[in-house]
């Protein structure tokens, strides 16, 4: 029996990077991405794209993503994110700074997770995968070891498949740098340019000054490539 994992799917390059490794460890995936209010549609067109690129590129009976669901969450619960309302988004901040910018949104992690892990317990598969980073992100507590190690111990004391088996909350970039998730992703041959990263896009162009894009952009140059998407006024190396 094939290994089966439920994958929380956004569009950007980290869960990108997180397919294209579970499913090199050959994990057939359940993806989940969710529709809670965004600004914008592109990360989810490119969830589309993605899905479209491991299916078409894997061969028979092997491992791909298997389904996909889109959740509709109320955003009226997510208030004072830039991501969700009518807020503006920070524009080339000080990234060492230890604050939480106004693109975090509410407890989403939690909420993710929490759906992923239901979905999960209903189709009996104890392997969920996050793309969530501590080292090049943006400051946002549901980010970090602690907390994914917290919600792992908590499903599988309030679970009934937690009661059975061990439920576990994979993060395989959790420790590593925008440059070495990018280089792990060009090593498993992952198209970059299907991906999306941008909190404030306009008209399909990147922003190239929001935290998100500013950190692609230096995970990029730090491995002598040029990041293929289009970026708004931005002259890349």
Do not use: W
């Amino acid at each position: 029996m094939k290994k089966q994992a439920v994958i929380l799917l956004s569009g950007g390059l980290d869960s990108a990077t997180v397919a294209a490794t579970a499913i090199s460890q050959g994990y057939n995936l359940y993806a989940l991405s969710f529709r809670y209010g965004q600004k914008h549609q592109e990360e989810l067109n490119a969830v589309k794209k993605i899905i479209k690129f491991f299916n078409q590129n894997s061969e028979p009976d092997t491992p791909n993503i298997i389904e996909h669901n889109i959740i509709d969450l109320d955003p009226s619960i997510f208030l004072n994110s830039s991501l969700v309302n009518d807020i503006n988004v920070p524009k080339n901040r000080n990234l060492s700074k230890n604050d939480i910018p106004n693109t975090y949104v509410p407890a989403r992690n939690i909420i993710f997770l929490s759906y992923a892990t239901a979905y999960a317990e209903s189709r009996n598969i104890c392997n969920i995968f996050i793309g969530a980073n501590e080292v090049d992100y943006s400051g946002y507590p549901d980010c970090r070891p602690k907390f994914l190690s917290s919600f792992e111990d908590m499903i599988n004391i309030g679970t009934k498949l937690g009661q059975e088996q061990k439920i576990s909350v994979i993060a395989p970039l959790l420790h590593l740098t925008k440059a070495e998730i990018i280089k792990k992703g060009l090593e498993l041959k992952l198209d970059y340019s299907i991906t999306h990263s941008c909190y404030d896009p306009i008209d399909g162009y990147s922003c190239g000054q929001c935290d998100s894009c500013r950190l692609r952009l230096k995970g990029f140059k730090e491995n002598n490539i040029t990041d293929p998407i289009k970026y708004l006024n931005i002259k890349q190396a």
